[in-house]
T-cell receptor, first 113, second 111 residues
Framework: DQQVKQNSPSLSVQEGRISILNCDYTNSMFDYFLWYKKYPAEGPTFLISISSIKDKNEDGRFTVFLNKSAKHLSLHIVPSQPGDSAVYFCAASDTSGTYKYIFGTGTRLKVLA | SQTIHQWPATLVQPVGSPLSLECTVEGTSNPNLYWYRQAAGRGLQLLFYSVGIGQISSEVPQNLSASRPQDRQFILSSKKLLLSDSGFYLC??????????FGAGTRLSVL
């Protein structure tokens, strides 16, 4: 049972435009969500997070939106840059427990120059 | 500052051979530690986590085991590797604000 889903395996965007990456979850106990960026042959690096008490969190070019009723979150990158090309993973956690993450399968973003 | 080290970076092993991957964390004490695997074309799957020395929780029944002999050391092992054990193995520790920080990973190829 895939509790965290990223239904788009890949996405291509022109440089300077907005990239929108989506993530859906099924477990209503999840209360903390994160986005990670991963380059090939490297470990994921933390990008941005959001608690379930918020519906938006912004950090520079990156904004995460959370829609709890729809169990959906999205990552917006504006403007997109070629260096943003990577695989993006969303992760969800139930912070009342052992802080285990459940990861989605990732979306490969390609920003075209 | 905290750092996490994983080694080796790449490993090629024959089927049936043993495995030992090591992860160490510096700059923090008693961290929660995690082992993940990313199989080809798939997401990150949590294999084991540990909240303290000698405390290991297994998430997925498999051919692997984990140990935590010291506070900041986490080891992933196997007695006999299978072809299906191939993948990219990642160690992580939990820092402030419930954020996990990952090592550089080990690419394991079982042939």
């Amino acid at each position: 049972d895939q509790q965290v889903k990223q239904n788009s395996p890949s996405l291509s965007v022109q440089e300077g435009r907005i990239s929108i990456l989506n993530c859906d979850y099924t477990n209503s106990m999840f209360d903390y969500f994160l986005w990670y960026k991963k380059y090939p042959a490297e470990g994921p690096t933390f990008l941005i997070s959001i608690s379930s008490i918020k519906d938006k969190n912004e950090d520079g070019r990156f904004t995460v939106f959370l829609n709890k009723s729809a169990k959906h979150l999205s990552l917006h990158i504006v403007p997109s840059q070629p260096g943003d090309s990577a695989v993006y993973f969303c992760a969800a956690s139930d912070t009342s427990g052992t802080y285990k993450y459940i990861f989605g399968t990732g979306t490969r973003l390609k920003v075209l120059a | 500052s905290q750092t996490i080290h994983q080694w080796p970076a790449t490993l090629v092993q024959p089927v049936g051979s043993p495995l030992s991957l090591e992860c160490t964390v510096e700059g923090t004490s008693n961290p929660n530690l995690y082992w993940y695997r990313q199989a080809a074309g798939r997401g990150l799957q949590l294999l084991f986590y540990s909240v303290g020395i000698g405390q290991i929780s297994s998430e997925v029944p498999q051919n692997l085991s984990a140990s935590r002999p010291q506070d900041r050391q986490f080891i992933l092992s196997s007695k006999k590797l299978l072809l299906s054990d191939s993948g990219f193995y990642l160690c992580a520790w939990k820092g402030a604000k419930n954020i996990q920080y990952f090592g550089a990973g080990t690419r394991l190829s079982v042939l």
